[in-house]
């Protein structure tokens, strides 16, 4: 794989855009030096859990016994679900309480950084190099913290636009989900040959 396309991947799995109306409602009521922090928060953290994963993933799934082809199911099967739930309209619910102050937190994991996006990176560091993963990381912690932080301008810019290209990215990160299953049930099926 490229490095465009595992950009595109990552960004459009990662979803700061998607998940941008979840954002605004976990920071309503903070004044613009709150909310700036919070999303710089979020994108942080992003940014940390998924070169950590890129650097360190592949020795935990060693150490763990686990594969990448159950991976790739297991990530496919969350990423599938993913897309499934964004064109059927439909958000992620997290009922667990909010409060002022740790929206940045709450936001990062699982909206930014989850199962979806730790199994692409696991899943195509090899294929496309570390340089160009931890690459590609950056630039989309950097969309994510820019998407966040202007979050309010885009909303109102976009307007009900957002409903439709939710359900344009929710057909895409299906389409990934479909992708990596079938890809992690090749590779268990020419391990077994």
């Avoid at 992620?92 to 740790?102: K, Q, S, Y």
């Avoid at 570390?130 to 820019?146: K, T, W």
């Avoid at 307007?159 to 990160?173: C, D, F, H, Q, T």
């Amino acid at each position: 794989m490229d490095f465009i396309p595992c950009l595109i991947m990552l960004f459009s799995v990662e979803a700061a855009l998607w998940n941008l109306p979840v954002f605004e409602l976990l920071t309503r009521g903070l004044t613009e030096k709150q909310y700036s922090r919070e999303a710089l928060i979020a994108a942080g953290i992003a940014f940390v859990l998924m070169t950590l994963t890129a650097v360190v993933g592949q020795q935990i799934l060693e150490f763990l016994g686990l594969t990448m082809e159950g991976i790739c199911i297991g990530g496919g099967l969350i990423i599938l679900y993913m897309g499934f739930l964004m064109v059927l309209g439909r958000g992620f619910d997290d009922t667990a309480e909010m409060t002022l102050g740790n929206a940045g937190c709450r936001f990062a994991v699982p909206f930014l950084f989850g199962a979806g996006v730790c199994g692409i990176i696991l899943a195509y560091t090899a294929e496309v190099g570390m340089p160009q993963m931890v690459a590609a990381i950056v630039i989309v912690s950097i969309l994510s913290f820019g998407i966040l932080r202007f979050g309010t301008t885009i909303l109102r810019k976009i307007g009900s636009a957002i409903n439709l290209l939710m359900i344009l990215a929710g057909l895409y990160i299906t389409i990934i989900g479909a992708q990596s299953i079938m890809r992690g049930v090749m590779g268990f099926l020419n391990a077994g040959m």
